[in-house]
């Protein structure tokens, strides 16, 4: 029984599990995928579900990205993104993460499913997006860029919501473990890196 | 075709030093910013992290404004049969337009538009095809083409020119256009021929052309250099990107003040609004009432630039002069309609302004629906002289959601503002359009409009409705050429509906594998009253290709082919081959000539593009794009015209382009109605005019004048009445709103191959979509994530050919009060975005999804001076079907507003 199924099977929320399945779908490929090209690899323990009937332990394959502690879930506060880098301290490895008051998001951990962690890069060309962390409504927003104003959406995956950059911010996959998030992986090329794991 | 389902990638190629690096421009938007292509076999090994390991000459990771690759912009092509990486970006190295090698999404994802099996590209047309029992087959271009040229000529000889109808795009590259107008207007000399976006070959700003202003007599520099600009009916941001990012922002932040009007709060706007700019947010139609209420405002203050009217109005006299034939043959007398907008001066224009009760600033504010005092704010910021007497400089710029609105009265309404204000002409006093698509028309022929059947009121013929005549049953053979026709026209509904009732549900179809048999009924299809269609396209479109044609010839297009353009600053780049065109594919215009041979027309026996465009370059002389003299030059070095402009890379050159016979130097011209230039000797002597035009070099009167009879500007009237009555009886009843649509930056025009074949567009906005203000949805419990219908039993179609003959006879309510009109039903559905973005009591929708066009929902009328379509304006209903599944998933889509700043 393949991962992605197996999640299938043990969620009953339709609007937020499956939701998440389809989000763990993405990631699942994308690891994968990682694999063709990079030779290192490393076994981890990921967390799908902590703290719910759900929770499950499985070895998951994740090439060549480092487990990293970002925050942890006692110590965050909402709408006050928490700086860090990843996948490594090289160029352009900025990273946020923030907890979203409740606004569940794709990829999103912890019980609301509310805490994402993004690239602070805009994918334009490279514009710093520190500080400009918005929440409009049930909106929640990266942006605007101060070279060319394009924003970004945190609940869709940092989909762009009006601008120039042609792909969307690149995710931090998270883990959270007990009281701890881990980054453990990454959706979307960086800004100015031609692999994510070499800088 | 494309799905939603977008994977980001975390890794792609740098170009290695070995690469092959090409020169070319974005194929999209009218701003045409620069790109390089970077082209080196599959598995000569990729570029290194190392500056002297790459082809950009950077080290990896780069920094915020340095060459960067993002996965997108990779593509493996065939060159030369042999599978080769490409990687196209902006241009870091451009000094102009997109300097810094800035880009929007549209032609960052360019790569993507290669053809390329393994992706979403794979659909292209790679081979002829013929409909046989239903089914498009693939046949050889001698049969495909041996077929359409003999029912082509049958119905001219049996059905007269004019029932071969030629629709066609007007932008799609200068040695296509030229072919295709040669073909269509000298050789078939048809009347039903016009272009993608007007059922009439007609300007899309009569009151630029009537004034004498150029639509792009500025640079793009000029944007950025007034110190008020105002902008009608778009938001650059959105629509211009580049021009906005790179001249208009840093203006702002530099202290220019903006307006803008439009309904609608983006991105731009918003930004505008944040930097203190002023927003009229109006309500769809009534920029006229608006704008004649600033112009008023303006000269009850004693506000006006009186130097300017003095040196640069027609009096009365001049107004009724001319050289010749005089003014009384000229399309602006003709449209005048006898004294409807003609003036005998500003001071007379004055007159009627200050005494039209629509001008009134409350008036004008009510019937709009903004705030008065914003008409008075606007005002002083456009002309109020400054503390020390000095003029303030102001420019206006303008695009579709003003001129598709109101199009003759709102284009002559600018005029006149401009003008007063003392705008055109002068650096950092530009007026002039931002531009929709790039500007590759050449036309290779003249219109013959004494063929047109189709006459207003008065003597003058119109050029002919294609869509009414079409729709009347007198096209017997369609010839459709890189547009979709139906969608991109109003009422499409109606026209579809057409097409099926002629093409399809015509009894003689071709049900036969034998040449003469399918002749014969296409034929037989013809001389019974129905249509027979033929369509060159890049991909099989719906319907007009996957449905109604019959014959389907697949174009070669961007990068498969050399080919010359000019942008929105008339700014000529080569667009250069870089890989193999799709199978059998081929360019427009030898489509065309094989066509035009088979047709037994001379002169269509060119060799390659260079040899079209070369022939092209003498017709282009006078024009604001001419580049004879880049011919010339070129001749006179030994090599050809497309040789010579490829040496200009990126940065290209503006037409109309001079060649200095002393320095052999080609310089091009900066902005037109330059009538400063005459003071600076230098540029007039690099230019090679300092005795006058040399050699084969030509000036147009638009170069240091105005394109009127004199080289003054003719100030107009812009009288509400010729619109306030379709205005009235569209305007929302009961339960109606506006309707209003057009486009986004995601999807600007690009949509032709781009949003249904860009993964990550097609996540972004992966169905229709309409935006409601929260008042609206809230009384009709709408939610965003909905899907909705809009619905109208009030879409107007005119149904016939119309001859004019007493006065008014085009005027709405006229045709309306003599049973021309039609009232047809139309619906389309779409995804709710709820967003106070948008004005209260209009719906802002996707101009154009293929599969629902929100045309089908505009009123099938044209502008009854013009012949143009008002896209923008029609009246909807609005109902929620039920939840989509964008509501509840976070893949695709987004619900946040564009104006969060």
């Known amino acids: 029984m393949s991962i992605f199924s197996k999640l299938k099977d043990q969620t009953k929320d339709k609007d937020s599990a499956e939701e998440h399945g389809k989000c763990m779908l993405s990631r699942r490929n994308f690891l994968m995928y990682g694999s063709a090209s990079l030779a290192a690899a490393s076994t981890v323990t990921v967390t799908l579900f902590p703290g719910t009937a759900q929770a499950e332990q499985m070895k998951a394959r994740v090439v060549g990205y480092p487990r990293k502690l970002v925050a942890k879930l006692s110590e965050m506060k909402d709408h006050q993104p928490i700086a860090f880098n990843y996948p490594d301290d090289g160029p352009n490895s900025q990273a946020m993460i923030v907890k979203m008051a409740g606004v569940q998001a794709g990829g999103g951990v912890g019980a609301a499913r509310d805490i994402v962690a993004f690239n602070y890069l805009c994918t334009h060309q490279g514009g710093p997006l520190v500080g400009s962390y918005k929440a409009t409504g049930e909106h929640r927003t990266l942006g605007q860029c101060p070279l060319h104003l394009s924003t970004f959406d945190l609940r869709r995956h940092g989909i762009i919501v009006s601008g120039q950059a042609y792909q969307s911010l690149p995710q931090v996959l998270l883990e959270v473990d007990g009281d701890e998030v881990y980054a453990v992986g990454m959706m979307g090329l960086i800004f100015g890196r031609n692999s994510n794991m070499s800088s | ?901």
């Open chain 2, 1 to 901: 075709m494309s799905t939603d389902y977008y994977l980001p990638e975390d890794s792609a190629p740098l170009p290695p030093v070995h690469a092959e690096v090409m020169t070319t421009a974005c194929d999209y938007c009218v701003v045409a910013c620069g790109y390089k292509v970077y082209r080196w076999p599959v598995g000569s090994g990729d570029g290194g992290l190392q500056a002297s390991q790459n082809a950009f000459g950077v080290d990896f990771p780069s920094s915020a404004l340095q060459s960067w690759v993002a996965p997108a912009q990779h593509n493996i092509v065939m060159h030369k049969q042999m599978p080769h990486n490409v990687v196209i970006v902006p241009d870091k190295d451009t000094k102009y337009v997109n300097t810094n090698g800035d880009s929007s999404m549209r032609g960052g994802l360019i790569a993507q538009k290669c053809y390329n099996p393994k992706t979403p590209t794979r659909d292209r047309l790679t081979t002829p095809l013929m409909r046989i029992f239903g089914t498009l087959q693939p046949v050889s271009w001698e049969m495909a083409l041996d077929v359409a040229a003999q029912v082509g000529r049958h119905v001219i000889e049996n059905h007269g020119a004019n029932a071969y109808g030629v629709k066609t795009f007007s932008y799609q590259y200068i040695e296509n256009t030229y072919a295709v107008t040669k073909y269509a207007l000298r050789h078939v000399n048809t009347a039903n021929f016009t272009f993608h976006d007007t059922p009439s070959d007609v300007t899309s700003t009569p009151g630029f052309r009537d004034a004498g202003f150029d639509n792009f007599g500025p640079s793009y520099e000029d944007w950025g250099s007034a110190d008020t600009l105002m902008i009608c009916g778009t938001d650059p941001y959105e629509t211009k990107t580049i021009i906005f990012t790179q001249h208009i922002m840093p203006a702002i932040y530099r202290g220019m003040k903006v307006i803008m009007l439009n309904p609608r709060e983006t991105a731009g706007v918003a930004f505008v609004k944040k930097m203190g700019g002023l927003h009229i947010d109006l309500l769809p139609g009534t920029d006229n009432l608006v704008v004649g209420a600033i112009t008023r405002h303006i000269l009850e203050q004693g506000w006006e630039d009186t130097e300017w009217l003095k040196k640069w109005v027609n009096n009365k006299w001049e107004s009724n002069s001319g050289f010749g034939q005089g003014t009384r043959n000229t399309p602006w007398q003709w449209r005048s309609t006898w004294g409807k907008f003609q003036t005998k001066g500003w001071e007379d224009y004055k007159k009627w302004v200050s005494s039209q009760p629509e001008f009134e600033a409350e008036y004008a504010a009510g019937v709009a629906g903004i705030d008065v005092a914003k008409i008075y704010q606007a005002a002083e910021w456009m002309a109020k002289p400054k503390a020390d007497g000095g003029r303030v400089k102001t420019s206006i710029g303008i695009e579709k959601g003003f001129y598709w609105s109101n199009n003759t009265a709102n284009t002559n309404a600018i005029s006149s503002l401009a003008t007063i204000c003392g705008t055109g002409g002068r650096p950092g006093q530009v007026v002039g359009r931002f531009g929709g698509h790039q500007r590759g028309g050449q036309s290779g022929g003249s219109y013959p409009r004494n063929k047109s059947p189709e006459k207003v009121e008065g003597r003058r013929r119109r050029s002919l409705d294609t869509d009414r005549w079409t729709y009347s049953g007198h096209t017997r053979f369609a010839h459709v050429i890189g547009t979709t026709w139906i969608q991109s026209m109003c009422g499409s509904q109606g026209l579809q509906r057409k097409f099926t009732e002629l093409v399809s549900n015509n009894p003689n179809q071709i049900m036969s594998y034998d040449r003469q048999e399918i002749i014969d009924s296409l034929k037989a299809r013809a001389d019974s009253g129905g249509m027979v269609v033929i369509n060159q396209d890049i991909y099989l479109r719906d319907p007009i290709g996957a449905r109604f044609a019959d014959i389907v010839f697949p174009a070669a297009t961007w990068g498969e082919e050399d080919f010359m353009r000019a942008n929105g600053e008339r700014r000529l780049r080569l667009y250069q081959k870089f890989y193999d065109a799709p199978g059998n594919a081929k360019p427009d215009w030898w489509i065309i000539s094989q066509l035009a041979k088979q047709m037994g027309y001379d002169g269509f026996d060119w060799k390659n593009s260079n040899d079209v465009a070369e022939e092209a370059s003498r017709f282009s002389r006078g024009s604001r794009k001419a580049f004879h003299m880049i011919k010339i030059a070129a001749h006179a070095e030994g090599k050809t015209l497309h040789e010579k402009l490829r040496e200009f890379g990126t940065d290209g050159i503006q037409g109309p382009v001079f060649y200095n016979y002393e320095t052999k130097e080609l310089v091009g011209t900066k902005r037109l109605h330059d009538t400063e230039l005459e003071h600076d000797k230098a540029a007039i002597k690099r230019l090679g005019l300092d005795n006058g035009p040399q050699g084969a070099n030509i000036v147009s009167k638009k170069f240091s004048h105005f394109n009127s009879q004199t080289g003054k500007i003719n100030i107009q009237k812009h009288p509400w009445g010729l619109f306030s009555d379709f205005w009235e009886w569209l305007s929302p009843k009961d339960d109606e709103l506006w309707f209003n649509n057009g486009r986004i930056n995601e999807i600007w025009q690009s949509g032709f191959d781009d949003v249904e074949r860009r993964p990550y567009t097609r996540q972004r906005w992966p169905e229709n979509w309409v935006e409601i203000h929260p008042d609206d949805a809230a009384k009709r419990g709408i939610e965003s994530g909905d899907q909705v219908m809009m619905y109208s039993d009030r879409v107007v179609q005119v149904k016939d050919t119309v001859l004019g003959v007493d006065s008014g006879h085009f005027q709405f309510s006229e045709l309306m009060k003599r049973g021309h009109i039609d009232l047809q039903k139309a619906a389309v559905t779409a995804i709710a975005i709820v967003t106070p973005a948008v004005k209260k009591g209009v719906l802002y929708a996707n101009m154009i999804d293929m599969r629902q066009p929100s045309n089908a929902l505009g009123a099938r009328i044209v502008d009854n001076i013009s012949g143009n379509y008002n896209f923008k304006m029609g009246v909807s209903k609005i109902k929620k079907l039920g939840a989509s599944k964008y509501k509840s998933e976070f893949r695709s889509m987004s619900f946040a507003p564009r104006n969060i700043v």
